[in-house]
């Protein structure tokens, strides 16, 4: 696998990665409470690195060629969007000021994180469709070697732009508790369309 191969899987991956979506919202969520940030950012890459073994092992053509499983995944994944969603409307987050604790703990923000990402099957579907197209068995490298190699990069995307995400929301709204409920309840807005969207494209599909 060359540089240049690499050069447009990480153009494509970003274009990708920049698209407002589930972890966006969830990060931008995490951003109003000081210290979620991290624990938030860690679950959705725990979330996207479940899939890197998933695709590493082989085993993402055999789940997303099969109709079940990626009902079943969808269906829980959206539920779970809706979920949260829902939580995040009734009680949309405020900024909290240094030293000031949440009810949350870090684990359990890091756990929705992971939920999150794990549960969304258009992961599994970029590992799925994207991913073959940079992947060249007569380069060399084993395949299974130039899957984790793009799967590194993708984490590694993800973890830059989530953090910039969560850090730019925390420093945007921390003294604008009004726009703050604002971005909070767009953000759970956004994760009940995506939970809606996913449902429908896969039950209609």
């Known amino acids: 696998m060359n540089t240049t191969t690499l050069a ?3 153009a494509v991956d970003l274009l990708l990665v920049f698209t407002p979506g589930a972890d966006w919202a969830y990060a931008i969520s995490a951003g109003l409470r000081r210290r979620s940030i991290v624990p938030a950012v860690t679950g959705l890459i725990a979330g996207h690195a479940a899939y890197a073994l998933v695709a590493v092992a082989g085993l993402a053509v ?3 060629s099969s109709p079940a499983a990626l009902t079943a995944l969808t269906v829980a ?3 779970y969007l809706l979920w949260l969603g829902w939580g995040v409307l009734r009680q949309p987050a405020v900024p909290t000021a240094a030293g000031e604790s949440t009810d949350t703990s870090r684990l359990r923000v890091m756990l929705k994180g992971a939920g999150i990402s794990g549960l969304n099957p258009k992961a599994l579907l970029l590992y799925f ?4 197209q940079f992947i060249h ?3 060399g490298w ?3 070697a130039q899957t984790g190699l793009l799967s590194t990069v993708h984490l590694t995307a993800c973890t830059v732009v989530y953090l910039a995400v969560g850090v730019l929301a925390r420093t945007v709204l921390s003294t604008r508790p009004s726009a703050a409920r604002i971005v909070t309840r767009i953000s759970g807005a956004m994760m009940i369309a995506i ?3 996913l449902l429908v494209e896969r039950l209609a599909g």
């Open 8 to 10: 447009a899987f990480l």
């Open 62 to 64: 055999i789940v997303a």
């Open 77 to 79: 994944g959206a539920g």
């Open 129 to 132: 469709s994207l991913f073959p």
């Open 137 to 139: 068995p007569a380069t």
């Open 142 to 144: 084993p395949v299974t």
């Open 195 to 197: 939970g809606i969207f």
